[in-house]
């Protein structure tokens, strides 16, 4: 071709710089900076609450979205506000992830605290997801540590916007 | 190599995706919440879907009606715009209806269902940051709103004094300072990757059916690229990824490879940018023209680096 240069290679003469990753992980903050994050210098106090059967269908009815642990890691802020930190579970990512309310209700801010994704049958494995409760940025885990940027990842935040629906739901029938 | 070990990275779901920024420096966690914040913004102004975004006030606006617009809306636009004519109408943000009529987005309250034959050229860019539309049409900048949040972040990034950093939506991503290695995924195993290299200042983007499919009724897969020539959700199992200056470009582009390759194989080149393709027969490439190497075969991406990986 004139204009450009087109090449075509069978799949047999695929790069050698194909690699294969079982797994992927990133860890960005722990509880404790995340709470730094989203309420700088402001006094945090737990304030775990179980949610009785009856809270959690009407969270459920509210939120649209299962519940799927009636545990909530939760904590008071002084000026009113909530700190929560929950998990979400999709095919192939497990996302732990902070939501702090404004003492409204509203939301004040989300992060992400670690993300895995995996394409065996690990995911939905609570033993495989329990490895990483209380990882984070200064304690990473030797897995891919150089495979940090992906591109063609059009991985949906969907499940963390169903996560944070439930997280105000649970706002309305537990916490106001 | 790998990325700085001082490096601070954060993520948030935001774009409909999770957008992760990584900076280096005193101020980098200051600079990654400033550029969290343009995000948002670029994100508000818009997004199909909110209501006050600038994208609904357009769509929802009575036919030549001028509205005044933020000028990071206008430049998106104006982008747009340039990349339609030179595209020949194939890169087009008119398709809202042709996305809203197959499912993919939801149809705007109160706005006028499009005319048929709304492209590009019934937007008109008037001075001041003012637009209108000389006919009913719905404007979605999905297609290239998210390179541009890269790009507005990436130099939020540098105005707050980070030299080295990485801004990746989704994956639509942009390096600068230390270098840093980039893979693309192969689009129908998630799992296995390539190594497209290490690069700096430059953008990535790729677009791929496998992640965002959709079943048809009878069993093909669609996804929310919409053929303009067509009318038609595009049916796939391909990965396009565009290395270009800018995340914007990028982004854009890699419709322009996967709609009409032969077309792209002529603009890349005015924009700096190359292409791979990857699908189940293998990999391709799309670089600059060999006599037009002198212009300047651009240096995150060399002739010897896409040789080597095709």
């Known amino acids: 071709m004139r204009t450009a240069q087109w090449t075509w290679l069978p799949a047999a003469c695929l790069p050698v710089a194909v690699i294969s990753i079982p797994a992927y992980a990133a860890t960005y903050l722990t509880v404790e900076q995340a709470q730094q994050a989203i309420f700088p210098g402001e006094k945090l106090a737990p304030a775990n609450i179980t949610l009785t059967n009856e809270q959690a269908r009407e969270i459920e009815r509210r939120s649209d979205a299962n519940v799927r642990r009636k545990d909530i890691k939760l904590w008071k802020v002084a000026n009113g506000g909530y700190f929560i930190v929950d998990e979400v579970v999709g095919k192939h990512e497990f996302i732990t992830y902070a939501v702090g309310l404004n003492a409204d209700g509203t939301v004040k801010q989300i992060e992400i605290l670690t993300y895995r994704e995996s394409y065996g049958y690990e995911v939905r494995n609570a033993d495989w997801r329990a490895q990483f409760v209380g990882k984070n940025a200064a304690a990473p885990l030797k897995l891919n540590k150089d495979i940090k940027n992906i591109s063609g990842a059009t991985l949906s935040c969907r499940h963390i916007a169903d996560g944070v629906k439930r997280i105000l739901a649970t706002y309305e029938v537990a916490l106001k | ?310």
């Not at chain 2, 606006?61 to 104006?78: F, G, K, M, N, W």
């Open chain 2, 1 to 310: 190599m790998k990325s700085p070990s001082n490096e601070i990275r954060r993520a948030r779901p935001l774009l409909g995706t999770l957008v992760e920024i990584g900076a280096v420096g005193e101020n980098a966690t200051a600079a990654i919440e400033a550029a969290f914040r343009e995000i948002e913004i670029i994100h508000r102004l818009m997004s199909f879907h909110e209501t006050d975004s600038d994208v609904s006030r357009l769509n929802r606006a009575p036919p030549a009606t001028q509205l005044e617009v933020d000028p990071r809306t206008y430049e998106v636009l104006s982008w747009a715009r340039r990349i339609s004519i030179l595209s020949h109408g194939t890169f087009d943000i008119t398709v809202g209806g042709k996305l809203v009529a197959a499912g993919f987005l939801p149809k705007p309250e109160d706005a006028e269902w499009p005319s048929q034959e709304a492209s590009f050229h019934d937007l008109s860019l008037l001075s001041d940051n003012r637009v209108l539309l000389n006919r009913p049409a719905w404007i979605d900048l999905g297609g290239i709103a998210k390179g541009y949040a890269v790009d507005r972040a990436a130099a939020t990034l540098k105005r707050n004094g980070v030299d080295s950093g990485m801004v990746n939506a989704g994956g639509d991503l942009y390096v600068f300072g230390v270098p840093q290695p980039i893979h693309i995924r192969h689009p129908e195993d998630a799992s296995r990757l390539f190594s497209l290299g290490i690069l700096t200042d430059a953008a990535v983007a790729s677009s791929s059916g496998c992640f965002t499919e959709r079943r048809d009724d009878d069993g093909g897969v669609a996804d929310p690229l919409i053929d303009p020539r067509r009318n038609t959700p595009m049916r796939w199992q391909q990965s396009i990824t565009v290395v270009a200056p800018h995340c914007l470009v990028a982004d854009a582009l890699t419709k322009v490879v996967r709609l009409a390759p032969r077309r792209a194989a002529k603009i890349l080149p005015q924009f700096g940018a190359q292409a791979i393709i990857i699908d189940r027969r293998g990999v391709r490439g799309i670089a600059p023209p060999a006599r037009r190497r002198s212009c300047g075969t651009p240096p995150w991406l060399t002739r010897a680096r896409m040789q080597e990986m095709i």
